[in-house]
């Protein structure tokens, strides 16, 4: 197991997965500023002016973070940003859940507020629920991954050996 | 290789800096100071001033569903739901058209109802104030409530 979470493929796939997502997931959110902030009210966490700021940096900590972890730039401090975005947002997801509040559109990756019944992603990976709780969980499993277990070389965990140079 | 503690708090300054950079400068921006729901033309109510307009005689509007409105409402408050402004603005309009002043509520600052039914009778010639942070921020502020089940 620890090989395996050593593994250096293992960590490249999780940088491109992770930074991936959150760079696209940012997009969205920082062409429509404003929309987005409609979509955090919603959530009933903080009050308009915190929700306002929430949504004006937010996809920006998103943006850079997962730039630099396809980068391979400051990857550890990156991944524990990421880490951190998770942990707030399973809490805010968790919050939403116990208190019976009917978000339709997490803000998660869009800001479209109503779409057509068949459009994609369907209705059911947009709203708050166990969908968003269990993708979050296994996000931040890969996060904590890359912050917290260092990178084997790619020799030493059976993958392709550099030859030495030969004159 | 442990977390480097610099690069990791200027990663959060630098991208929450940008963001308010691209708020204000982008053109696609908002005043942060405000809610995003507030328009030119609403105007906001808050919770002891709006009571004031009460004990007057004003009449309030609960913008939520109506199922909200038969579980509790603003003492004297009538039910106009946005999802049924249409059909129910109708049975109301004599009602309101005599109030000195009209109110309109919804569940809190997360909901645009109220100001969508204020606008709506601003286009109709009468004016209406939106109760800022609606319901919650009445509720907060022990302002009494009609707890009484409707049908």
């Given amino acids: 197991m620890s090989a395996f979470l050593r593994h250096p493929r293992l ?3 999780l940088r491109l997965l992770l930074g ?44 850079v973070a997962g730039v630099l972890l396809i980068a391979g730039a400051w990857k550890r401090e990156a991944a524990l940003v990421i880490a951190l975005l998770l942990v707030v947002f399973l809490g805010a997801a968790g919050s939403v859940l116990a208190r019976g509040i009917d978000v ?14 068949s459009s994609w992603p369907p209705a059911w990976t947009r709203g708050v629920g166990w ?13 904590l991954v890359l912050v917290a277990v260092e990178p084997g070389r790619e020799e030493e965990e059976g993958g392709p050996a550099t030859a030495p140079a030969s004159v | 290789m442990s977390v480097d503690w610099k690069r990791f708090t200027f990663l959060l300054v630098a991208a929450g800096g940008a963001g308010l950079a691209w708020n204000a400068l982008s053109g696609r921006g908002f005043a942060i100071g405000q809610s995003v729901l507030v328009e030119a033309g609403d105007e906001l109510l808050k919770a002891p001033a709006a009571k004031t307009l009460l004990d007057r005689g004003a009449l ?3 913008a939520r569903p109506r199922d909200f409105w038969r579980m509790s409402r603003i003492p004297g408050a009538l039910s106009l739901p946005e999802e049924e402004y249409e059909t129910t603005f109708g049975e109301l309009e004599t009602r309101i058209r005599r ?34 942070e609606g319901l919650p921020a009445w509720e907060d502020a022990a302002l009494p409530l009609d707890r009484e089940p409707r049908s």
């Fill in chain 1, 11 to 13: 960590h490249l796939v």
């Fill in chain 2, 60 to 62: 309030f509007l609960d």
């Fill in chain 2, 99 to 132: 109030a000195s002043a009209v109110v309109v509520y919804c569940g809190g600052y997360g909901c645009e109802a109220s100001h969508s039914v204020a606008r709506k009778l601003r286009e109709r010639g009468i004016p209406a104030g939106i109760l800022d």
């Fill in chain 1, 104 to 117: 339709l559109n997490c803000g998660c990756t869009s800001v479209a507020r109503t779409e057509a019944p």
């Fill in chain 1, 20 to 63: 991936g997502f959150f760079a696209y997931a940012s997009l969205d959110k920082i062409a429509n500023p404003a929309a987005f902030a409609r979509i955090v009210y919603q959530w009933q966490i903080a009050g308009p002016v915190a929700s306002n700021l929430a949504a004006v940096t937010l996809p920006w900590v998103e943006l």
């Fill in chain 1, 131 to 143: 969908f968003l709780l269990t993708r979050n969980l296994l996000l931040l499993g890969g996060a």
